[in-house]
């Protein structure tokens, strides 16, 4: 497919709150081609959220344009363009009074599939997020951490999306569970051709995800980068510090490991 | 089986059955109105700080309050769209209580489902908004399913609300497991008393536990609960409909105020009217002015009232006439202003008088109340809580020039018995109350008729004045029933031994009035 666009542009996008009071988002330019995974990095308050939450309308700039493939947001029904784009959530947010299956079941029936399709549906989402399928009559409270956000993974990719939004979608869960279930996400997100923009406070993840990196601070993208070029040569004092960070505790790391040996 | 206890079952099905209809339909109202006014309330914090804050200050008027004030509203409404419409509706019974019901069951149903959606966890909010939901889908997929325990507790307090409130609208005309407990104290019968008690507190604690039941299989998302719930609820429902109100009312409604020989003269106008085959209803226990409007509006086709009550609180007069000018003045008047027709005097009348001793009397040659003039300062004399504030008393001091010794105030129903034992001398009790022939005591004459007379009259209402056969099975009572009849008739429902129910004392009353 020849694509003469961007699957997500941000032009010169800004979000107030309080009556402009408060600047989120300051004059934000960023596109992301189709088939690329994008990390916005930055610490909590830094407008990343925002600035996702703009891309499927749960939050209208104040001033700037977003467009989804091609097309102003503004000009799309806000139903309509969420149920087209996948989000996984921070705080997961499976609703706790559906089973497994409904829940992954949900954009699908609102945008009206027919049953069959459906029940076909979920098990093929089952299968690629690796659950077994005798969980799909789960409640979600009766599953761990690292299943129930498989579930949103599930969800999210349920109504067949080109677009994932993803919420820092593995920063509640323990360590390696987060390590498998992020490089899971990345194959799912080769092998399926989506793009995805993640958000994420953790440059690490970032970088080991990523094939591109939007570094945000105070409402702006400070940086943007691949992680090759982040690592080598950041342009930017607060990036090199974030960058630093998880080089510094690797090398700790091997140099405790050479100790003992 | 004691009677009383048999006639208490022998009403249940009728008590019961509209009791729950009319609990039921004010539920169904608030529960509406609730749910319709807490979505609004999630939508707008400012709308919700208002419905919250009206709903409460309903919540604080007290219930009897709530349900006496429908009466005069609707019937206002009524009379409104009658001029404007030309449609009437009934303002007394069952809908101004349905109305007061469903306003006092709204508060707990909407607080707790305002409560219940706002709780609703934020991230599961987010993310109903970000799987593409409407906000209608929002609400009904998603916030209202779980905020459903919540909002299932605050039907349980509203359903146990109005079961228990609903006994209070007796008094403005519609049956209720109430009616027991109202016709009760006024009649003493204690059995009946406990009896609605505790028919209403099972109904409620039922009810509750069926809500209770559903309310679990939401908390537990277990269908089998939920379903064991609706069923419990279908069965109360349906049961009490079935046996219930199969009576229904009847073409003519009869009507009495809330005491003892109100009830006995509904209940024998009941049984003449279904003895002339005329398909008949006894509402007993109406409050006094509701009687009266209810009357003027055709609501109820016929009640026993007084003619000093009319003359003084309708009239307003404040003189003093023979008993034959004070009818005739009554009669006209009632015609005149209301089109309600006087069928005529029964023959005795129900009015203040001094009562003395029968032995004390009889000593002093004590007849009238111009006899006791000159012991009087001697005396003491006791009387209602009412009484020494009421014109009577000081028209009665200015035509005499009378002067007691000391006043008492004391419960009504306890002077008689105080003036027997002699702790009191003279009492300003009822001239028909039972317990003067019960005590064989003495009514003093009032030659100077300083006490307004109160002769019962059968009043009819506007609608039926040309209906001859219901004039017919009614006529028989005017002028047939002695003061002496109706004391006894008195005595026989309110004496502690042999004590019997008003419908069989009307019975015994019709009997003696047969033998005149």
Known sequence: MAVDFAAIAFRDVSKTFDRGRTLAVRAVSLEVASG?????VGTSGSGKTTLLKTINRLVEPTSGVVEVEGQDVQGIDPFQLRRRIGYVFQGVGLFPHLTVAENIAVTPRLVGWAKTEIDARVGELLDLVQLPRDLARRMPTTLSGGQQQRVGVARALAARPHIVLMDEPFGALDPITRDSLAREYRAVHLELGLTTVMITHDMLEAVLLA????????????????PHELLNDPKNEYVRELIDVPRRQASEVERLAGARS | MDARIASAWALLPDYLGQHVLLSVTALAIGLAVGLSLAVIG???ARLRWLLLTVAGLIQTIP?????????PLLLALSALTERLFGVKFSALGFLPSLLALALYSILPILRNTVTGILGVDDAVKEAARGVGMTQAQRLFKVELPLAMPVIMAGIRTAAVWVIGTATLSTPI????????IFSGLQTQNWVFVVFGCVAAVVLALVVDQCLALVERGFARRKMWLKLAGAAGLAVVLLASLVVGPSRGVGTYVVGGKPFIEQYILAALMDQRLENAGLQATARGGLGSTVIFDALSAGEIDAYVDYSGTIWTNFMHRRDNASHKQVLADVGAWLKKTRHIEMLGPLGFDNAYALVMRRDQAERLHIRSIADLVPYAAKLSIAGDYEFFARPE???????????????????????????????????AGYTSDGQIAQYDLVVLDDPKQALPPYDAVLLISP?????????????????????????????????DRNQETPEQAARELWQKIDMK
């Open chain 2, 173 to 180: 005309g519609q049956t209720s497991l109430g009616n027991y």
């Open chain 2, 63 to 71: 219930g009897i309050a709530l349900l006496a004030l429908f009466y």
């Open chain 1, 211 to 226: 094939d591109r990196i939007a570094v945000m601070a105070k409402g702006e993208i400070v940086e943007v980068g691949t």
């Open chain 1, 36 to 40: 690329e995974f994008v990390a916005v």
């Open chain 2, 42 to 44: 999630v939508w707008s």
């Open chain 2, 393 to 427: 008393w000081k028209a009665m001091r200015a035509a005499y020039d009378i002067n007691f010794r000391r006043t008492r105030e004391m419960q009504s129903t306890f002077m008689y018995k105080a003036v027997a034992d002699g702790e009191i001398d003279v009492i």
């Open chain 2, 463 to 495: 609608r039926r004045a040309d209906d001859a056969k219901f004039r017919h099975a009614l006529a028989p009572l005017i002028g047939h029933i002695s003061t002496k009849m109706m004391q006894q008739a008195n005595l026989a429902v309110s004496r």
